[in-house]
C-alpha cells in the first residue's frame, strides 16, 4: 500500500526526497526489528464473510473513533453476539508511528471526501475545495488525526442538555471521560480529573521540537497560565495531552478492538462495505432488522436480533441513513430512494472547527543550541535515516514526535468573556511551518502557483506556525445524496464563512497569535513574520483585518473535526435526528452513536467526546435492556 503523498514542484521535491526515503527506511525497519508494533498475539483477527453467522445481536456499521469502543462495551456481556463492520482494512503498523500520519492522508487509508468547491473559502486549494481526510481502517480516523486529547469545555454540554437532551450535561457525562482514560503522564495521574485502567492511553509525545517550550512559556507573558486544559480551567497554554501508549499511536482499534479479540461472542469483518439498513414495518411501526452489505465482491444480508448501531461518523451516518430511506422526503424522492421516514434533519446541521492556515513565523536558535536535531522541525535535517534507526532500535527520536500538535492553547477574543473561562479560538501550536501549509500537497492540494512559492521560501529555515481555529463558529453545512450508489461521496457543503462573525473571530485569533511572536521569549529568537505569497492578499498590509480576512479565504483550514449531521434532540424538534438516547426518531431498533449526534460542536478537538459519546452510548443501552 502507497504510503507516501506526491509532490509538486521540482524544486521542493528535490529538497523533500530524502524525506520521503527516510520514511521508507522507518517502514522497512518497523516489520524486522518493532514485532511490538506488529502486535500479532493481539490483533483482530478478522472473519470471512463464510464464517459470518446469519443473525447477531448487535450490527454495528463502522469500526472507527466511536464504532471500536462499541463493540468492544457491548461484547462485554457474553450472552449477546457482536457483529462489527468496517469498509476498511485493519490498520497497517506505519499507523502506529506518531509522525507518519503526514503520510496517510491521501491514501486508501483515506475516505478522501472533499466539500464541493466554494467562492467564500478554500481558494488557495485546487478547484476551491479543502481536503476533508477521514480514516479508512478499523480505528477510522484515529489513525491518522492529530492525536491530540482535548474534553472541550463543560459549557458545551451543558448547552446539549438545555437543547432537551437530559443526561447529557457535563456533570452527568464527566464519567464517561474518565471510563475510557489510561492517563500516563506521571503529573497527572492523582488529578480527580483524571483516571487510568481505561482503553485509550494518554501521554505526552516522546519526542518534543526544542522549540515548543519556548512557545508555551511565551504565553504566560501574554497573561495566560501553562495548565491542564481537560481539567477545571480551559483557557491557557498547554504541552498537548495525546493518544499514545508507549510513545506509540493509541487508535481506537488499539485501545479498544484489540482487548477483545479473543472474546468468542465479537465477529469483526473488514472490507465490509454496508450499503443498507433493513427497515420493515410492524404493526404500522419502522422497525430496523439488519443490514445488506457488500464483502468480496457479493452482495450479503446480516440479521440484528436486538439493534443496529450506525458509527460510520458525520459524513456516512447521514448518507447510510438516507440510503437507507430515512432523511429529506424531497431530496429522497429526488434522487430515486424510497422514502421510509421523513427525516428533514438528516445531513443538516453541519459544523466544523474551521481555522486559517499561512501565520507562519521565521526564527534564529538560541546561540547555544546543540541539540542532536535542529531547534524546529525542518524536515529535511530531522526526517533521516538516522533518525528511522533510532526509532526501530533505540525507540526514540523525531518519530515519535508530530509537529503540529505539540501545544495547543485556549484563548479568548474580545467577542468571549475571560471571566466566563469559555474561550473561542484554540491554537494549534506548530514547531514547523512547511508541512502545515501544504509542502507535502498531497495534504491540502494546494495551487501549484503558490504552493512552490510558500514552500521553496521556509523548507530549508526555522520555522513556526500557529493555526488558530474559531471553536464555536455559527455557520453551518449540510450533506446530501449525490447519487443512490454508497461509493459515491455525498454531496458536502461546508458553508464556511456563510456567518461573517465566523471570520471576525478568527480575525481576532490571528491577531492573538502574532502577540505572542512579540513576547520578550519569542523576540530572544529573532520571531518575525514570514510574508505571504498569495497574490490576492499582497496588497493589504501585514497583519491588517483585511489581510487576515484574505488569508482566512484563501488558506482555510478544516481540523478534522465534523460533526452534527444526525443531531440529537427531542421529538418536538423537527430537525432532531436521534433522540436523547441515540435512538433514531420513526424506526426503532436502530441507533446513531458518532459525532453525528452533536448539537453544536464541542470547544476543542472532537476525538475524546467522540468516545466519551460512545462509552454513553453503550450505557443506555445496557441499561435498556436491564444489564446495567
Given at each position: 500500500m502507497a504510503i507516501i503523498p506526491l509532490l509538486s514542484g521540482t524544486h521542493v521535491a528535490t529538497i523533500l526526497a530524502p524525506v520521503l526515503v527516510s520514511v521508507a527506511i522507518m517502514n522497512s525497519l518497523i516489520s524486522v526489528l518493532r514485532p511490538d508494533i506488529g502486535d500479532r498475539e493481539n490483533r483482530i483477527k478478522p472473519i470471512s464473510a463464510g464464517e459470518m453467522k446469519t443473525d447477531y445481536d448487535f450490527i454495528v456499521v463502522g469500526g472507527g473513533g466511536a464504532g471500536a469502543v462499541v463493540a468492544n462495551r457491548l461484547?462485554?456481556?457474553?450472552?449477546?453476539?457482536?457483529?462489527?463492520l468496517e469498509a476498511g482494512p485493519d490498520e497497517p503498523e506505519i499507523c502506529d508511528v506518531?509522525?507518519?500520519?503526514?503520510?496517510?492522508?491521501?491514501?486508501?487509508?483515506?475516505?478522501?471526501?472533499?466539500?464541493?468547491?466554494?467562492?467564500?473559502?478554500?481558494?488557495?486549494?485546487?478547484?476551491?475545495?479543502c481536503t476533508w481526510p477521514r480514516g479508512k481502517a478499523l480505528g477510522g480516523t484515529t489513525i491518522l488525526n492529530g492525536m491530540m486529547y482535548s474534553r472541550g469545555n463543560k459549557k458545551d454540554y451543558d448547552y446539549w442538555a438545555a437543547q432537551g437532551n437530559p443526561g447529557w450535561e457535563h456533570d452527568s457525562i464527566f464519567?464517561?471521560?474518565?471510563?475510557?482514560?489510561?492517563?500516563?503522564?506521571?503529573?497527572?495521574?492523582?488529578?480527580?480529573?483524571?483516571?487510568?485502567?481505561?482503553?485509550?492511553?494518554?501521554?505526552?509525545?516522546?519526542?518534543?521540537?526544542?522549540?515548543?517550550?519556548?512557545?508555551?512559556?511565551?504565553?504566560?507573558?501574554?497573561?495566560?497560565?501553562?495548565l491542564d486544559a481537560n481539567a477545571g480551567k480551559q483557557s491557557g497554554f498547554m504541552i498537548s495531552?495525546?493518544?499514545?501508549?508507549?510513545?506509540?499511536?493509541?487508535?481506537?482499534?488499539?485501545?479498544?478492538?484489540?482487548?477483545?479479540?479473543?472474546?468468542?461472542?465479537?465477529?469483526?469483518?473488514?472490507?465490509?462495505?454496508?450499503?443498507?439498513?433493513?427497515?420493515?414495518?410492524?404493526?404500522?411501526?419502522?422497525?430496523?432488522?439488519?443490514?445488506?452489505?457488500?464483502?468480496?465482491?457479493?452482495?450479503?444480508?446480516?440479521?440484528?436480533?436486538?439493534?443496529?448501531?450506525?458509527?460510520?461518523g458525520s459524513l456516512q451516518s447521514p448518507q447510510l441513513l438516507m440510503l437507507s430511506g430515512i432523511g429529506p422526503k424531497e431530496h429522497l424522492e429526488e434522487v430515486g430512494v424510497s422514502v421510509v421516514v421523513d427525516a428533514p434533519g438528516v445531513g443538516q446541521n453541519l459544523q466544523d472547527h474551521v481555522g486559517v492556515g499561512g501565520l507562519t513565523y521565521l526564527v534564529d536558535p538560541p546561540a547555544d543550541y546543540k541539540g542532536d536535531y535542529p531547534f524546529t522541525y525542518i524536515l529535511a535535517d530531522t526526517v533521516?535515516?538516522?533518525?528511522?534507526?533510532?526509532?526501530?532500535?533505540?525507540?526514540?527520536?523525531p518519530f515519535y514526535g508530530a509537529y503540529f500538535t505539540e501545544a495547543t492553547a485556549f484563548v479568548n477574543t474580545k467577542y468571549a468573556d475571560p471571566a466566563d473561562d469559555y474561550p473561542d479560538i484554540?491554537?494549534?501550536?506548530?514547531?514547523?511551518?512547511?508541512?502545515?501549509?501544504?509542502?507535502?500537497?498531497?495534504?491540502?492540494?494546494?495551487?501549484?502557483?503558490?504552493?512552490?512559492?510558500?514552500?521553496?521560501d521556509i523548507l530549508k529555515q526555522h520555522s513556526y506556525s500557529i493555526t488558530p481555529l474559531n471553536l464555536r463558529p455559527k455557520s453551518k453545512g449540510y450533506i446530501k445524496l449525490r447519487t443512490t450508489d454508497v461509493n459515491d461521496h455525498p454531496v458536502i457543503v461546508s458553508n464556511f464563512f456563510q456567518d461573517p462573525n465566523d471570520i471576525e473571530v478568527l480575525i481576532e485569533g490571528a491577531k492573538i497569535a502574532h502577540k505572542l511572536s512579540e513576547t520578550p521569549t519569542m523576540k530572544k529568537l529573532n520571531a518575525r513574520a514570514h510574508h505571504n505569497p498569495i497574490n490576492a492578499c499582497a496588497g493589504f498590509e501585514m497583519m491588517s483585518d483585511d489581510y487576515l480576512k484574505c488569508l482566512s479565504r484563501y488558506f482555510t483550514r478544516t481540523i478534522y473535526h465534523v460533526c452534527g449531521t444526525c443531531k440529537m434532540g427531542p421529538a418536538n424538534d423537527s430537525m432532531a435526528v436521534v433522540d436523547p438516547r441515540l435512538k433514531v426518531h420513526g424506526v426503532s431498533r436502530l441507533r446513531v452513536i458518532d459525532a453525528s449526534i452533536m448539537p453544536r460542536v464541542t470547544s476543542g478537538n472532537t476525538q475524546a467526546a467522540t468516545i466519551m459519546i460512545a462509552e454513553k452510548g453503550v450505557d443506555m443501552i445496557k441499561e435498556d435492556y436491564g444489564v446495567l
Open positions: 461484547s462485554e456481556i457474553d450472552k449477546w453476539s457482536v457483529l462489527l506518531p509522525f507518519a500520519y503526514n503520510f496517510l492522508q491521501g491514501t486508501p487509508l483515506d475516505w478522501q471526501f472533499k466539500p464541493e468547491p466554494s467562492n467564500a473559502s478554500c481558494l488557495a486549494m485546487k478547484n476551491h475545495q464519567k464517561y471521560f474518565k471510563k475510557s482514560q489510561d492517563m500516563r503522564i506521571d503529573e497527572f495521574k492523582g488529578s480527580s480529573y483524571h483516571s487510568t485502567g481505561g482503553g485509550l492511553s494518554i501521554e505526552h509525545y516522546r519526542y518534543r521540537t526544542p522549540i515548543t517550550n519556548h512557545l508555551v512559556n511565551a504565553g504566560t507573558e501574554m497573561g495566560y497560565e501553562i495531552h495525546s493518544f499514545l501508549r508507549d510513545g506509540l499511536r493509541c487508535s481506537t482499534a488499539k485501545g479498544f478492538l484489540r482487548p477483545a479479540s479473543k472474546r468468542e461472542n465479537l465477529h469483526v469483518g473488514i472490507l465490509s462495505m454496508v450499503e443498507k439498513i433493513l427497515i420493515r414495518t410492524e404493526e404500522e411501526k419502522k422497525v430496523a432488522y439488519g443490514v445488506q452489505f457488500r464483502v468480496d465482491g457479493a452482495l450479503k444480508e446480516v440479521k440484528a436480533n436486538r439493534e443496529v448501531i450506525l458509527s460510520t533521516t535515516p538516522q533518525a528511522a534507526v533510532e526509532f526501530a532500535v533505540d525507540h526514540t527520536g484554540q491554537f494549534l501550536i506548530s514547531s514547523d511551518a512547511s508541512v502545515v501549509h501544504g509542502c507535502l500537497n498531497a495534504i491540502m492540494q494546494i495551487e501549484d502557483e503558490y504552493h512552490a512559492k510558500w514552500c521553496e
